[in-house]
């Protein structure tokens, strides 16, 4: 009995490492790439996807706040608070350190009640997060912020200020704004809460002189140390 002869191979039957070994080295880059280019293409953004994020937070992260000083006393340029920013790095940030000093301009449109309640509440959830340290107010919303508890009382950060620099606390001593403070459920005492920016040398310089301004440390700052150092440099 004769077998029967198997028929040739197709070349669809051949394996892959079979047909490669047969290619010219410019054949064998266009077949990969035939064959392969999804997988390829996918492997090379998740190679780029993971280097981002290793650069980003590994090798150059994003600088931590020294400082966040709230701008809610109405206008005030890009160029003004572009020179405090620099001044209070200058003299807040050590070189070796991966900080910045976060000067946040908030405006509310008096015009507009939905747009004032927005902000106070988008203001009232960064006070809660701890995000916020100096605030320079107007008078009306020194008034709100302190009946709400937004400031802190200043009485043991002056101290320090006095025991680091007498010359600056003696400006401040005449610029101290005084309130009934509520220290317990109904319980009011008489209080330092914010300190007019009238006789700062160091806003004076810079033209902030247009408006009476107020600045008051929020009750959750975070960065109580370059709170004092900020409010010493503005007054020496």
Do not use: C
């Amino acid at each position: 009995m004769e077998t029967a002869e198997k028929p040739p191979l197709k070349d669809t039957d051949r394996t892959d490492l079979e047909k490669l070994r047969e290619m010219n080295f410019k054949e064998k880059l266009e077949f990969i790439w035939e064959y392969y280019k999804y997988f390829i293409i996918g492997f090379v953004i998740t190679v780029a996807v993971i280097w981002s994020l290793i650069y980003t937070i590994v090798l150059n992260p994003s600088p931590e706040p020294a400082l966040f000083i709230s701008w809610n006393a109405g206008f005030v340029t890009d160029a003004q608070i572009d020179d405090l920013k620099e001044y209070l790095e200058d003299h807040i940030v050590d070189e070796d350190e991966n900080k910045e000093v976060v000067i946040s301009v908030f405006y509310f449109d008096e015009n507009n009640p939905e747009t004032i309640m927005m902000g106070h509440q988008r203001m009232a959830a960064m006070i809660a997060a701890g995000m916020i340290d100096i605030f320079i107010l107007n008078n009306e919303l020194l008034e709100l912020y302190t009946i709400n508890g937004f400031i802190q009382p200043l009485e043991r950060l002056l101290a320090e200020v006095y025991i680091k620099s007498p010359t600056a606390y003696n400006r401040i001593s005449e610029n101290i704004i005084y309130t009934l403070y509520e220290v317990e459920d109904n319980v009011f005492e008489e209080r330092i809460v914010a300190i007019t920016t009238g006789r700062n040398p160091l806003f004076s310089k810079l033209g902030f002189f247009e408006q009476e301004m107020f600045l008051g440390v929020s009750a959750t700052a975070g960065n109580l140390e370059n709170a004092m150092k900020a409010i010493t440099l503005f007054y020496e």
